[in-house]
């Protein structure tokens, strides 16, 4: 099977050369570079590669999710025959062995998406090292699946897995993790492959990614979610404790079940409209209704035994124990929601 390197380069210096001349000293392959809109700092380093590499351009920089599909729709318009591709950062964290060892995983796994995965030991700069755990916690979290590093640039599939790649949504970082998930909507298989962990200085200053705006990218559903749920939230443990407090002055029975009850009806149908229309804005809004209702009960249900636990087993004040429960559910719905109910086909 032919092989093609695949390398995103957004204002790369020396280490890019040494890099293109280090991969094609070690694997016999095609090497496709696209500049992402580099500033003219860099241009001496295109300079020196383009008489060995396949040079693709953008005239803005664009992001590196748009710089690896600009390379996967070269590579799918001018390959005649299935090849195996694994992409490659230019900054010098992957090392060209490892890179062919995740091609040499990909013959024997055709099918699956081959993940360079680092042991973040030794002296790994705090940003990275933290990232890379806060972002696979999520992800296990969300996904049910355990990738032991989903941050990885190193990746390797097959040019067939090409149209189905191009599908996902994203254009810069977030486009990795997203890929990721897609993986798994779409049962294709991951293998993770170790690798070396390798920085070039302490605080990594080669990365080009940016800690706040890039992390609101790649959890930007997430953080939709939460700000929608904060609002049914509220509206949820206001209504509740009127309606515990209209309840009582009416000396009704099982105020808290009753006020529970009465405040889930509107905030739940408040909390839908936001996710439906705002967070994972699907267009199958009766088909969603329905689904969302549906855990919708089962949550109130399961939801109005723990808050009686709590405040009849344990004693807790009603507000207290209201507070404690909506926290314990806030995960399983999201979870539901974002793989079950608002899923897409991509």
């Known amino acids: 099977m032919k092989n093609i390197i695949l390398i995103p380069a957004y204002n790369p210096d020396e280490k890019l050369t040494a890099l293109v001349d280090a991969l094609k000293a070690l694997i016999t392959a095609d090497i496709v570079v696209v500049n992402d809109g580099s500033a003219p700092a860099s241009a001496p380093v295109f300079e020196e590669i383009k008489d060995k590499v396949t040079l693709l351009e953008h005239k803005v920089n664009q992001g590196k999710g ?5 390379g996967m729709r070269h590579i799918l318009e001018t390959s005649s025959e299935p090849c195996g591709v694994v992409t490659v950062d230019a900054d010098g964290q992957h090392s060209p062995s490892d890179a062919w060892k995740l091609l040499q995983v990909l013959e024997q796994n055709r099918a699956a998406l081959v993940l360079g995965c680092r042991t973040f030991s030794g002296d790994i ?4 090292r933290w990232g890379n755990n806060i ?3 999520v992800f296990r979290l969300l996904s049910g699946v355990k990738v032991s590093d989903t941050q990885t640039g190193l990746r390797a599939f097959s ?5 189905a790649l191009l599908e996902i949504r994203g254009e810069r970082y977030e486009y990795e993790m997203n890929m990721l998930v897609s993986c798994i909507k779409m049962k294709i298989p991951m293998r993770e492959v170790p690798i070396a962990t390798i920085y070039t200085d302490e605080k990594n200053t080669s ?3 940016r800690v706040v705006k890039d992390s609101v990218r790649i959890y930007k559903n997430l953080l939709l979610f939460t700000g929608s749920s904060f609002l049914s939230f509220l509206v949820d443990f206001v209504a509740f404790n009127l309606f515990v407090w209209l309840l009582n002055l009416l ?4 105020v808290n079940v009753v006020g529970n009850i009465a405040a889930r009806i509107i905030s739940a149908s408040f909390n839908y409209y936001l996710n439906c229309t705002y967070v994972f804005k699907s267009e199958k809004k009766f088909k969603n209704a329905l689904e969302y209702f549906l855990l919708a009960a ?3 249900t399961f939801n109005t035994v723990v808050l009686n636990f709590f405040t009849g087993a344990i004693g807790f004040h009603h507000s207290l124990a209201k507070l404690i429960t909506e926290v314990l559910f806030f995960i399983l719905s999201y979870t539901v929601q974002r793989l079950v109910i608002f899923k897409t086909k991509k």
């Not at 748009?66 to 600009?70: G, P």
């Not at 000396?251 to 099982?254: F, R």
């Open 251 to 254: 000396h009704a029975e099982n």
């Open 125 to 128: 700069p705090w940003k990275s």
């Open 298 to 300: 089962v949550i109130l």
């Open 66 to 70: 748009a710089a690896l599909k600009t």
């Open 207 to 209: 990365s080009h990614f």
């Open 135 to 137: 972002t696979k916690f």
């Open 159 to 163: 040019s067939e897995l090409i149209p």
